[in-house]
């Protein structure tokens, strides 16, 4: 068990018991540093016992957590391949998480979302709290926001709004449980996140999900959340949707508002060598593996792309003027 367990208890007591919004999506409070400041990591699509790099990616990872003095790490899903887990005691679990992400500073609080390949294994194993007595690092919910102070994070489970994996899921099993039936899941879900952003008093709002919204990569753009989704993003002023899903690094910018889509999806098996323009601005691609940094003050957010070396590759700087956000 990793050396966090009574922080980890604290915030999942919290995650229960702690509601001060009318929205239905459950509140996790993680406190910035004493200084006001927040700094974190992001790495998805990852869970390969180790191989395709995993195990290079994470102790790069351990290097730059430790550099950054991160508060905790976010997963943007894919966290188990090919097909989840099969229970609570999958060893999988240890194999491809508490195995392989040992350094030191990695043993903080892990945020994640479910991502389509956690979705074809047992999801509610993956949900568990017993999973939490192997590591008390992992904390896995469908969709929560993550109050950081400075910053809200809300997590949003994304693999629902996508058609083909409900009509056309070939010879993959994906577990509904809890989510069928999609229109009723995905209506309230939009309903709860809409709500949420609009009583957020935070300077910054990050948006975190599995797929897609914007990418030039294999996947490219996922239609049913640019049509569902991306709306709600904007006129609440949501600063970056994150994501993993491709198996890339990526930086775009929006034409038509402020927002600007980040993905950080190359934990494990990437190079993919697809590249398809798309509407919006390309400002970084990268078609390998890595990982992502954030930093944060209240009017200033500083991110960082890099790569299986830890070299870093592409920079974000965004600045907002103070206000009082009580």
């Known amino acids: 068990m990793a050396p966090t367990s009574r922080t980890a208890s604290l915030l999942l007591l919290l995650t229960f018991l702690f509601s001060s919004s009318s929205s239905e999506l459950q509140r996790i409070l993680h406190p910035a540093k004493n200084d006001g400041s927040l700094s974190l990591l992001v790495v998805g699509d990852w869970g390969r016992k180790g191989q395709f790099n995993q195990s290079q990616v ?62 074809r294994g047992d999801v509610l194993a993956q949900l568990s709290p017993v ?73 910054w709002k990050f948006v975190v999900g599995h797929h897609t919204m914007r990418s030039v990569s294999e996947h490219g753009d996922t239609e049913e959340l640019l049509e569902n989704l991306l709306p709600i993003l904007k006129e609440n002023g949501v600063d970056l949707y994150i994501n993993g899903h491709d198996h890339c690094l990526e930086h775009i910018s929006s034409r038509d508002s402020s927002l600007h889509y980040l993905t950080s999806g190359g934990g494990s098996k990437a190079w993919r060598g697809t590249y398809t323009p798309n ?47 009580l």
């Open 58 to 119: 994470a102790e790069k990872m351990g290097e730059i957590g430790e550099e950054l003095d991160i508060d905790f790490v976010i997963s943007t899903g894919d966290n188990f391949y090919e097909n989840g887990l099969t229970g609570v005691d999958d060893k999988a679990f240890e194999e491809s998480f508490t195995n392989i992400f040992t350094a030191k500073s990695l043993q903080k609080q892990w945020y994640s979302v479910l991502g389509n390949h956690d979705y």
């Open 131 to 203: 999973l939490q007595n192997i590591d008390s690092r992992w904390l896995c919910l469908r969709s929560f926001v993550l109050d950081a102070e400075i910053a809200d994070f809300f997590f949003v489970d994304t693999t629902p709004f996508v058609v083909k994996y409900w009509n056309e899921a070939e010879n993959h099993h994906y577990d509904w449980r809890e989510v069928s039936p999609r229109e009723e899941y995905i209506d309230n879900l939009l309903k709860d996140l809409d709500e949420a952003l609009k009583e957020s008093r935070a300077p």
């Open 279 to 325: 509407d919006d601005n390309l400002q970084f691609f990268y078609d390998g593996q890595g990982f992502m940094s954030m930093q944060m003050t209240e009017t200033s957010a500083n991110m960082v792309f890099y790569d299986v070396f830890g070299q870093a590759l592409h920079e974000l700087n965004l600045t907002k003027q103070f206000h009082s956000y």
